[in-house]
């Protein structure tokens, strides 16, 4: 696997993208690591690791073009029924993320958030990424956060519920969209002004429900394990040439620390 991942490479860039100040958050479905093993004739815990090395050159390429959020779809709720074996190698590929991610972060003004029902994992899983998350929390230069046992249907649920544990004695006719977004899981950044799918599919698959309503959406064929920080540029391209409207919605509002 090593020497696989040793060969992975990147092709070259179009040149630093510079996102418009209303570009702060990417958000990415990352979809395509069992075709991408399909496709090379290799097993698919070998997709998924291609998948895993991918994901420092893209975090790497956002901060160089001035992304201040990143969200990564890392697995769905609905991913724990795939096969146990490969349930099992996602698992421990996080885990190594975590593992071995935490000093390259530091060294790059990374901070790592992870959003989802994180208590569905081991208490071994769970302790790396409270001390991941505790390890990077001053950092300021770019927020990665990591969606993992998450779906957005649930973030609205534990949302109306969070809202109503500090308000006992309220309906919830007073909350109001405002009060709603505070207790969503990304409360802490501002919703993402561009939705990245790769894989082929052209679908949001409960992410972000509530967040990406007036987000542009780019749908791209490159397989996650081939996207490249040029093929991100593209994205960026893209999306500088869209003309956004927001038919006189709220504007998001600015990104927490």
């Given at each position: 696997?090593?020497?696989?991942?040793?060969?992975?490479?990147?092709?070259?860039?179009?040149?630093?993208?510079?996102?418009t100040?209303?570009?702060?958050?990417?958000?990415i479905?990352?979809d395509g690591?069992?075709?991408?093993?399909?496709?090379?004739?290799?097993?698919?815990v070998?997709?998924?690791?291609?998948?895993?090395?991918?994901?420092?050159?893209?975090?790497?390429?956002?901060?160089?073009?001035?992304?201040?959020?990143?969200?990564?779809?890392?697995?769905?709720?609905?991913?724990?029924?795939?096969?146990?074996?490969?349930?099992?190698?996602?698992?421990?590929?996080?885990?190594?993320?975590?593992?071995?991610?935490?000093k390259d972060?530091?060294r790059k003004?990374?901070?790592?958030?992870?959003?989802?029902?994180?208590?569905?994992?081991?208490?071994?899983?769970?302790?790396l990424?409270?001390?991941?998350?505790?390890?990077?929390?001053?950092?300021?230069?770019l927020?990665?956060?990591?969606?993992a046992?998450?779906?957005?249907?649930?973030?609205?649920?534990?949302?109306?519920?969070?809202?109503?544990?500090?308000?006992?004695d309220?309906s919830?006719?007073?909350?109001?969209?405002?009060?709603?977004s505070?207790?969503?899981?990304?409360?802490?950044?501002?919703?993402?002004?561009?939705?990245?799918?790769?894989?082929?599919?052209?679908?949001?698959?409960?992410?972000?429900?509530?967040?990406?309503?007036?987000t542009?959406?780019?749908?791209?064929?490159?397989?996650?394990?081939?996207?490249?920080?040029?093929?991100?540029?593209?994205?960026?391209?893209?999306y500088?040439?869209?003309?956004?409207?927001?038919?006189?919605?709220?504007?998001?509002?600015?990104?927490?620390?």
């Amino acid at each position: 696997m090593s020497q696989l991942l040793s060969t992975l490479s990147t092709a070259p860039t179009l040149g630093v993208v510079t996102p418009t100040p209303l570009l702060q958050h990417v958000a990415i479905i990352m979809d395509g690591n069992r075709r991408w093993a399909s496709k090379n004739s290799l097993p698919r815990v070998l997709g998924h690791a291609a998948g895993a090395r991918r994901v420092r050159g893209i975090v790497e390429a956002c901060k160089d073009r001035g992304v201040r959020f990143l969200t990564l779809f890392a697995f769905s709720t609905e991913n724990w029924q795939r096969p146990p074996d490969e349930v099992s190698s996602l698992m421990g590929l996080l885990a190594l993320y975590l593992q071995k991610e935490v000093k390259d972060m530091n060294r790059k003004g990374v901070r790592l958030k992870v959003v989802g029902e994180t208590c569905a994992f081991d208490a071994r899983l769970q302790s790396l990424m409270r001390s991941a998350q505790e390890d990077t929390a001053h950092n300021d230069t770019l927020t990665l956060t990591i969606a993992a046992n998450y779906g957005g249907r649930a973030d609205l649920v534990q949302a109306v519920q969070s809202w109503q544990t500090l308000h006992p004695d309220e309906s919830v006719e007073a909350m109001d969209e405002c009060a709603l977004s505070a207790h969503l899981g990304l409360s802490y950044a501002p919703d993402p002004e561009l939705l990245i799918r790769t894989g082929g599919e052209s679908r949001i698959s409960n992410f972000l429900l509530w967040q990406l309503a007036y987000t542009e959406m780019y749908f791209t064929d490159e397989l996650w394990p081939d996207f490249s920080p040029y093929a991100l540029d593209q994205a960026l391209v893209w999306y500088g040439q869209r003309e956004r409207r927001f038919g006189g919605s709220c504007q998001s509002s600015p990104a927490k620390a």
